[in-house]
């Protein structure tokens, strides 16, 4: 018997660790400087009109998570026409993995925005500028 619980918990030991540390499906990435990747992910790799819950992973070049500090994210839209400049500033919290953030955000209209993610800390400062299309 405890030989079988051994090997359950040895199972669930790799498969948790197998997982990607990125939740959902991935909405962007890009380069955040530093030699890092940042990725936004959904849980079905798309951001839309209205409340939106999302992951931004910050890794290295073997996909490890790396833990960035202090990070921000807002979704901007630039004036057009008569329509004025939009900013939707995201709300930011740990995940239980350094460099995985949970966010949710309200964009204000569907259409083209610059996702503006920021942070600074241990691995340095940096940015990233990505475009993201929301539906």
């Known amino acids: 018997m405890f030989k079988k619980i051994l090997i359950v918990a040895g199972c669930l030991l790799l498969a948790a660790c197998g997982q990607s540390a990125t939740t959902g499906k991935t909405v962007i990435s890009g380069d955040a400087g530093n030699g890092l990747t940042v990725t936004l992910a959904s849980a079905d790799g798309v951001m839309r ?61 569907a259409g083209d925005w610059k996702t503006q993610i920021i942070y600074e800390g241990a691995a340095g400062k940096g940015r990233a500028n990505l475009p993201i299309a929301a539906q």
Do not use: C, R
Not at 55 to 84: E, L, W, Y
Not at 85 to 104: E, F, I
């Open 49 to 109: 009109d209205g409340k939106n819950e999302f992951t931004i992973t910050f890794a290295d070049s073997s996909g490890k998570p790396v833990d960035v500090g202090a990070t921000a994210v807002n979704f901007h839209m630039p004036a057009m026409g008569t329509m004025p400049v939009m900013n939707d500033a995201a709300t930011l919290t740990t995940s239980g993995t350094p460099g995985v953030y949970n966010g949710t955000v309200k964009l204000q209209m």
